[in-house]
C-alpha cells in the first residue's frame, strides 16, 4: 500500500489549496480515503472522508461547506478541494486507508503527509 499527497503549501487567509493523494498497491474502487489534519500540541483530527464505491461522505464541523473531497478511480486519486482558507486550517494533511468512511475511522495505512500553513 502506498498513498503518497501533494498540493500543501502557503496560503494567505481567504485563499485556496487543492490537495491530491495518488494510491496504489489496494483495490483503490472499493476503499474508503481519508484526510487526516496533525497540528502540534492539538493531536489529530479526521477532517473529511470518502467511501469505497457508495461514495458517502464525512466532512468534519470546521470544514463542513469550505472543503469539497472527491476520488478519481481513473487516477487511483483522491483531491481535498480546501478554499476559504482560515489559520486554524494549519497543519500537516495525511491521508489514509480507512476500513470505512464514517463518524469514527479505523485507519489502515497513511502516507506521509503535506504541510498546510495559512497566515492573515
Known amino acids: 500500500v502506498q498513498l503518497v499527497e501533494s498540493g500543501g503549501g502557503s496560503v494567505q487567509a481567504g485563499e485556496s489549496l487543492r490537495l491530491s493523494c495518488a494510491a496504489s498497491?489496494?483495490?483503490?474502487?472499493?476503499?474508503?480515503i481519508g484526510w487526516v489534519r496533525q497540528v502540534p500540541r492539538k493531536g489529530r483530527e479526521g477532517i473529511s472522508c470518502?467511501?469505497?464505491?457508495?461514495?458517502?461522505?464525512y466532512y468534519a464541523d470546521s470544514v463542513k461547506g469550505r472543503f469539497t473531497i472527491s476520488k478519481d478511480n481513473a487516477e487511483n486519486t483522491v483531491y481535498l478541494q480546501m478554499n476559504s482558507l482560515q489559520p486554524e486550517d494549519t497543519g500537516r494533511y495525511t491521508c489514509?486507508?480507512?476500513?470505512?468512511?464514517?463518524?469514527?475511522?479505523?485507519?489502515?495505512?497513511w502516507g506521509q503527509g503535506t504541510q498546510v500553513t495559512v497566515s492573515l
Open positions: 489514509a486507508l480507512l476500513k470505512e468512511c464514517g463518524t469514527t475511522w479505523y485507519l489502515e495505512n
Open positions: 470518502i467511501g469505497g464505491r457508495n461514495r458517502t461522505t
Open positions: 498497491g489496494f483495490a483503490f474502487d472499493d476503499s474508503a
